[in-house]
């Protein structure tokens, strides 16, 4: 040993080499964790809905005949890894949508409603029938989407779903829990939009 110094030994380099290693995992692993990234497209890692923090419970990609659509994150007040769960929480939740190719109004429209049917019968749909209209109507005001344009489909208690576009809200708030809860099976529910992007949003 040399005054103040401390011999580097062999063991004690490899031991060095292996925390370096392992502090370098953990880092990265962290900082995975801050925000999802899905075909270049970042999340954030929270969101704030109706003045609360909502945390990010999974992401995913919607393609169709291997032609991809958009991105998709679920916001939760918790994360929940079950859709019956996620369903039967009353609190505020958000569902963003990152456009990820050029479409018109009358896609996301379309798609939505034929999701929501398939997930209903025929009464559940009759009775969300007028604010389903509303929401479409709303939907219409997000004009074409362009790849990056971000849209919400936000859930708060108080005031019912808000639908904003980069940022921006649309329209006027929707009430009826039983509303964002339809919305919500058209990607959860038995007959999804998309199966893996149902496991995605759900953690998996």
Known sequence: MLAGRTLLTPKRLLAAVCLTAA???????LGGAKAGVIA?????EAAR????????NGAGLRTAFIVKGYAAALYLPERARNATVVLGDRGPKR????VLREAGPDLLVNSLNRAIRQNHSETQVQALSGRLAQLDDTLGLVGTA???DVIDLDFSPDSGTMVAIN????????PGEDLYQAVLRAFLGDRP????????LLGG
Do not use: N, Y
């Not at 569902?95 to 990152?98: A, S």
């Not at 939009?193 to 995605?200: C, F, P, Q, T």
């Open 167 to 174: 940022g921006t809200p649309r329209g006027r708030p929707i």
């Open 40 to 44: 270049g497209m970042r999340f954030d």
């Open 23 to 29: 502090l370098g995992v953990c880092a990265a692993w």
């Open 95 to 98: 569902l963003q949508i990152r």
């Open 49 to 56: 809905v109706g003045g609360k923090t909502l945390e990010l």
């Open 193 to 200: 939009v998309d199966d893996d992007l149902k496991r995605s």
């Open 146 to 148: 362009h790849k990056g």
